[in-house]
């Protein structure tokens, strides 16, 4: 690979107006647009190199991000040696072998996923119902569902999704941190009828001792708690499995810092026995997460037993190389690098406030509230 010195650093504030369909929403978040902060580095290599970051926020963080990045930006190459895709004959051969045949059954299968894309907590009753017979029809067979607003009508679509996918599949619950301690064990024992596997960040993602009591609470109706995706560092990590607060392990590919911060937590999940199941979703996760699943079950846990990641079907089609899924499962990407590379179209257009899409966007909410 040519090497070259950085030459130039640019970075993007880049917005899609996903509150316009409820995509996203939550019990913490009603109306959030989808974001990043995108990073692009540029080198006087001879074969033009160049490196893409993405922070992924819901629109006022990128604020922040910019301005952190804009001091110092660090990005992923794009054709990073820290992929699955090809590596060369001799690499390959040496991974295969060290690999001892998981390379060939995420080739042959793919990683398995669950789908959060259908209930969202802004959608309308019609809504939901339509999107979870689609995924029904294309094979999902694991689904999320977004609940902590009000518990009445959390009951009430619980009982719609549970009703659609039937008593055999699975079903998860996230809450998004809006509950304390006591609220979470009351409300969880409330939706248990619908039988969830777990109850994703129930309380803030930093209190660990929180999510262990609630973990022990709800271990008797076989609920587990799952969280990490607000996690910021390895320590936060050890903490939460030192004190058995938590059952499935969600790490994010924008929240840790840098790849070698998330293969910490995985070498610490494996040495625990618990599974990780990232988040994803977002701008550009399931892309970046994607290459981190893999290598964990081929060269880490070497396991697929109570392990999914995240999928959600927006975005995509805005990044050059977009994550693959087929049968409800990942496949291995075949590009090399870390998949974080937009197109330079989808960044123009979305650039916040002066892409087109944002001007007549805002040109709209203008003449809206004049009165």
Known sequence: MARGRITQLSVHDVRFPTSLGGHGS????????????????????E????????TFTLGKGTEVDWSRERCSASGHGSRSECC????????REAFMEAACGH?????????????TSCAWLGYSDSTLKQLCAAALKDGWTRFKVKVGADLQD??????LIRDMIGPEKTLMMDANQRWDVPEAVEWMSKLAEFKPLWIEEPTSPDDILGHAAISKALASLGIGVATGEQCQNRVIFKQLLQANALQFLQIDSCRLGSVNENLSVLLMAKKFGIPVCPHAGGVGLCELVQHLIIFDYISVSTSLQNRMCE????????????????????????DAGYS???????VKKHQYPDGEVWKKLLVAQDSCSQP
Do not use: N, W
């Not at 939550?26 to 290599?45: G, L």
């Not at 974080?340 to 989808?346: P, V």
């Open 26 to 45: 939550d019990a913490m978040h009603t109306d959030p647009d989808y974001s990043a902060a995108y990073v692009v580095i540029e080198t006087d290599a």
């Open 47 to 54: 074969d033009g190199l160049k490196g893409y970051g993405i």
């Open 84 to 91: 699955v895709g090809p590596v060369g004959k001799a690499g």
């Open 103 to 115: 390379e060939e059954q995420m080739l042959r299968h793919g990683y398995p996923a669950y789908t």
């Open 154 to 159: 959390d009951i009430r679509r619980c009982r």
């Open 311 to 334: 999928y959600v079907d927006h975005l995509h089609e805005h990044f050059k190389y977009p994550v693959v899924i087929k049968h409800a499962s990942y496949l291995p990407p075949k």
């Open 340 to 346: 974080t590379e937009m197109k330079e179209e989808s």
